[in-house]
């Protein structure tokens, strides 16, 4: 297209054209320049136009895209390979508290912790290289000193060339995210540690009501029976005695067959009596008790120690005195005593009987050289009805750790396979005995 111009230079300029009706506008480039025709005077303007509607489009994109980065949120840094920071946008400054001036002049090491240097030198070697990173977790520091968990997106720049000039990288702060997230595990790790505690009361209490059913059977069956079985056991009993008598003059085999018969019968007594005991407990007749009296008149009986068995006494001196059930007490001896002797029974050996005081409490316990325990049976030798024996139902050692607890004591055990077994007993000092102890301590 050829104007007229009266001398004016060239210029260039954007029009829009189109019609008002709905056709949309096109964005157009004119380029004007003189128009001269060879010799003559310039006689007009050539001017050519170009379509720059799309990259006009581009264009606004651009600036939407660069506000929309500029007032993010998110912190968007751009730097170059040296890590120099290039470009800093408004999220970055409400994020690290430094302004665009003060992070322009700054290396954006000054943002990374000294743990995470490393981690920063690794990633921008890995995109130099042309690898593609996921994005992932780390940690900066704000100008304040203070550090914020963030999920970091980086990404190389390039330019049109396709030559990378420097690392674009979008932060977003999950500090509170993170806090979050921990103390939820946190609660969820308590909330396991008590449902794995109720479980284990639970495991408990449903295995001693298992027990305990299976004890008011035993109970019921233990009532029923133990009538029925004793008035047999008295007549033989009575049988034995009356043909000791009637016959003196007998053969010493017979003598001690009858021996034989009468032991038998005391030891169905017995395990009846535990059956019984253990089934019903009586109450507690407490009266003030030296336990170093009570078992010098218990193996005053030579009755009370089978076989070949030594006897041996370790009776503390001054012992103090407890409450408890002079009964009972028996009780406990008789079973305690009963088990070490046949854990001997084979090759004999020693009893050994101690007594002590330990703090506020009296000790009492019985040793034997037997066979043991391993520690398996040792974990389960005080639930009822569990026996490694051929004869009895189990339940001596219950008993005696029932016995124990009623008048506020303890029980233990300490076995080794082979060296024999040794329980001992605590039992509270009675509570004018603990007073004039305390007193005494205190006048040393």
Request: glycine content about 6%; proline content about 3%.
């Amino acid at each position: 297209m050829v104007r007229k111009t009266k001398g004016k230079p060239a210029k260039s300029s954007e029009n829009a054209t189109g019609k008002k009706s709905a056709k949309p506008v096109k964005k157009t480039k004119v380029q004007s320049k003189p128009a001269i025709n060879g010799r003559f005077p310039i006689v007009g303007i050539a001017s050519t136009e170009c379509d720059i509607t799309e990259r006009t489009r581009e264009v606004a994109a651009l600036r939407r895209f660069a506000a929309v980065v500029r007032d993010s949120n998110d912190a968007v840094t751009i730097q170059d390979f040296k890590g120099n920071i290039t470009a800093w946008n408004h999220g970055a400054e409400l994020m690290y508290g430094y302004t665009e001036e003060e992070a322009l002049r700054k290396n954006i090491n000054l943002l990374t912790t000294p743990q995470k240097v490393e981690e920063q030198t690794e990633f921008t070697r890995r995109l130099i290289a042309g690898e593609t990173i996921t994005s992932f977790e780390t940690q900066r520091v704000t100008k304040d000193g203070g550090i914020l968990d963030v999920w970091m997106t980086v990404t190389k720049l390039v330019d049109e060339s396709g030559k990378s000039i420097g690392i674009a990288s979008t932060e977003r702060d999950i500090t509170e995210r993170k806090k979050l997230e921990n103390s939820i595990k946190e609660c969820s790790e308590n909330l396991q540690i008590m449902v794995d505690k109720k479980t284990i009361e639970l495991d408990i209490a449903h295995d001693k009501l298992l027990k305990q059913e299976r004890l008011a059977v035993l109970g019921q069956m233990a009532a029923s029976v133990s009538h029925e079985l004793r008035n047999p056991l008295t007549v033989i009993n009575s049988v034995s005695y009356y043909l000791k008598t009637k016959f003196p003059d007998m053969d010493e085999k017979t003598f001690k067959m009858l021996d034989l018969l009468e032991k038998e019968v005391d030891r169905s007594d017995r395990i009846i009596g535990n059956m019984l005991n253990f089934s019903r407990q009586k109450p507690n007749i407490l009266e003030d008790i030296n336990l170093n009296t009570h078992v010098t008149e218990y193996f005053s009986s030579s009755e009370n120690i089978a076989g070949d068995i030594t006897l041996k006494l370790k009776l503390s001196d001054n012992l103090p005195l407890i409450q408890a059930d002079a009964e009972k007490l028996r009780q406990i001896l008789d079973n305690l005593v009963s088990n070490a002797c046949d854990a001997m029974s084979e090759g004999g050996g020693t009893l050994t009987v101690t007594t002590g005081i330990n703090d506020n409490f009296v000790n009492l316990s019985v040793k034997d050289i037997g066979h043991g325990m391993s520690p398996e049976i040792q974990a389960r030798i005080f639930e009822p009805l569990f026996s490694t024996r051929t004869t009895g139902f189990g339940l001596g050692l219950p008993i005696v750790k029932t016995l124990v607890e009623d008048h506020g004591g303890e029980i233990t055990v300490n076995s080794k396979e082979g060296q024999g077994t040794e329980f001992t007993l605590t039992f509270p000092m009675d509570a004018e005995e603990k007073k004039e102890e305390s007193d005494t301590r205190g006048s040393d």
